[in-house]
């Protein structure tokens, strides 16, 4: 059997991709609050209320002006705002995934449900209640909940009034927000990610921004470096059991030519977008190649005696990833461009691409897992992985998602063979087990699901959850421990 006897199999979500109740139980709002929906060639756009008193939009790369204010519009819709109502259907939802027989679900705890704002000194008890609820209906089917701290959720005042995360100041108030977790949750959960797909601040960037934006983005990047290895030394401190992991975008970059030049420049987006974070996550220190990185755009850090001591001190336990697919990068000019999951490359004529542009490589995944746990010899987690397609609901309600169960079947089986070329593989979380809002495009057709939401992007539908074809083939992979894939 190449998958351990308790191999944790289950699914992951994100807190403002499900819950909705955006503004119950005290919560606070999120900058997903004030991002409208959008489509593959429509990006979401962020609201807001200008000093003078206008309505206006940015898009994430873009800065508020000057005296603006985010703002929720009348005119607008917000899909994260309802998600898809797991706030209401909790049980339910977990329900369906003891069926499949998850041994792990991965869930995100929302910053602004337990700090409205991030300034309070005590956290809003009812926010608490809710995860406490939630984790022991986990525990009530002995789902093992993986929870992570930070999934692109800071509170929205924090956002406006301090400017994010390029602020130091978001350093202490996020270990007080961990802290509180590791505190409230002692004995509920053991499973501990500290910032989501940490490295796209620096992926999202394209090359031709300013230096500024670089220059925000790695002060942005170290400063949740800090904050995570200080989030990991208390949480060892307050339950030695925890086992606490980084969680990195995973990619897997290939050269387009064979020309050196390519061969070199793939070296090099594996270290900016790949290695640097889980590099100083898992070492503790940054790496040689960190100054060229900066050279490059004139960036120069504020880092403080302190925050070496502390980025040695709390290495990750785990190294967990998201993979959905490979991009190619080249040198070369003429090359037809790709891109997915806001990175940019080219065209792999070898590989096919979903209706989102996404390539299609389960090898990748096999490349990826070696690779990386050859670098750092520490239990690895696939904490995503998945395909967003268009779902038809026959006439029956029956969904025949045969292009998930085959995207599953190559990804699990490249995983298989992983395992068996040496590599510690713990877990294997799917993306969006249940349909739940894009966190690229605000959409809900892009659907992820073994189990289907009656939610459409017009905000319409009755929530309604169902199983499609890929729950029941899901439950037999689970059951197998992986050895049917049928
Ligand atoms: C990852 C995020 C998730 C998730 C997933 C799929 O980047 O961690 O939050 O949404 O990608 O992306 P999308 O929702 O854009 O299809």
């Known amino acids: 059997m190449p998958f351990k006897k308790d191999f944790l199999w289950g699914g992951a979500t994100a807190a403002n991709q499900i819950e909705g109740g955006w503004n119950l139980g005290g919560r606070g709002p999120a900058l997903t609050d004030v991002t409208t929906g959008g489509t593959v060639s429509?990006?979401?756009?962020?609201?807001?209320?200008?000093?003078?008193?206008?309505?206006?939009?940015?898009?994430?790369?873009?800065k508020l002006p000057e005296g603006a204010h985010y703002a929720v519009l009348d005119d607008c819709l917000y899909p994260n705002h309802d998600g898809i109502d797991?706030?209401?259907?909790?049980?339910?939802?977990?329900a369906l995934f003891a069926e499949m027989g998850f041994k792990v679900f991965r869930m995100s705890i929302s910053w602004s449900r337990l700090y409205p704002?991030?300034?309070?000194?005590?956290?809003?008890?009812?926010?608490?209640?809710?995860?406490?609820?939630?984790?022991?209906?986990?525990?009530?089917?002995?789902?093992?909940?993986?929870?992570?701290?930070?999934?692109?959720?800071?509170?929205?005042?924090?956002?406006?009034?301090?400017?994010?995360w390029k602020n130091r100041e978001l350093i202490d108030l996020f270990v007080k927000f961990?802290?509180?977790?590791?505190?409230?949750?002692?004995?509920?959960?053991?499973?501990?990610?500290?910032?989501?797909?940490?490295?796209n601040?620096?992926?999202f960037l394209p090359d031709n921004m300013p230096d500024e934006a670089f220059q925000e983005a790695y002060q942005h990047?170290?400063?949740?470096?800090?904050?995570?290895?200080?989030?990991?030394?208390i949480g060892h401190e307050i339950d030695p059991e925890n086992m606490i992991g980084?969680?990195?975008?995973?990619?897997?970059?290939?050269?387009?030519?064979?020309?050196?030049?390519?061969?070199?420049?793939?070296?090099?987006?594996?270290?900016?977008?790949?290695?640097?974070?889980?590099?100083?996550?898992?070492?503790g220190y940054y790496p040689t190649y960190a100054q060229k990185l900066w050279n490059e755009h004139n960036v120069k850090l504020d880092i403080t005696e302190q925050d070496l001591i502390d980025l040695k001190e709390g290495c990750v336990d785990m190294y967990t990833f998201s993979y959905y697919m490979s991009m190619s990068v080249t040198t070369h000019k003429d090359a037809a461009s790709a891109s997915g999951n806001m990175v940019r490359g080219t065209k792999n004529e070898y590989l096919q691409y979903s209706d989102w542009g996404w390539a299609y490589d389960p090898d990748g995944l096999q490349y990826y897992l070696e690779m990386i746990y050859h670098r750092y010899e520490r239990p690895l987690m696939v904490v995503e992985n998945g395909l967003g397609a268009f779902d038809t609901v026959e006439a029956d309600g029956s969904i025949h998602d045969e292009y998930r169960i085959d995207y599953f079947r190559k990804h699990i089986a490249s995983m298989?063979?992983?395992?068996?070329?040496?590599?510690?593989?713990w877990a294997y979380t799917t993306w969006g087990p249940i349909d739940l809002v894009s966190a690229g495009t605000g959409e809900m057709r892009k659907r992820y699901g073994f189990i289907y939401v009656d939610k459409h992007d017009d905000g319409t539908g009755t929530m309604a959850r169902s199983r499609k074809d890929s729950f029941f083939w899901y439950k037999k992979v689970i059951e197998s421990n992986g050895e049917d894939l049928d």
């Open 178 to 199: 961990a802290r509180t977790c590791f505190t409230e949750f002692r004995g509920l959960v053991k499973y501990w990610l500290t910032f989501n797909e940490i490295n």
């Open 246 to 283: 980084c969680m990195i975008c995973g990619i897997t970059y290939y050269p387009h030519t064979e020309d050196p030049k390519d061969i070199l420049f793939n070296r090099y987006k594996w270290e900016k977008g790949i290695f640097y974070c889980g590099d100083v996550q898992c070492f």
């Open 221 to 233: 990047l170290h400063n949740q470096f800090v904050a995570s290895a200080r989030a990991v030394k």
């Open 117 to 164: 704002t991030g300034m309070e000194e005590e956290p809003n008890q009812e926010g608490i209640e809710f995860y406490r609820n939630v984790f022991r209906e986990l525990r009530k089917y002995n789902i093992e909940p993986l929870v992570t701290i930070w999934h692109f959720d800071t509170p929205l005042y924090l956002e406006e009034t301090l400017g994010n």
């Open 416 to 425: 298989k063979k992983a395992v068996e070329n040496g590599v510690d593989l």
């Open 42 to 62: 429509e990006p979401r756009k962020i609201t807001y209320i200008d000093k003078d008193g206008n309505p206006g939009f940015i898009t994430r790369l873009q």
């Open 201 to 203: 601040t620096i992926n």
């Open 86 to 94: 797991f706030y209401h259907h909790y049980k339910e939802d977990i």
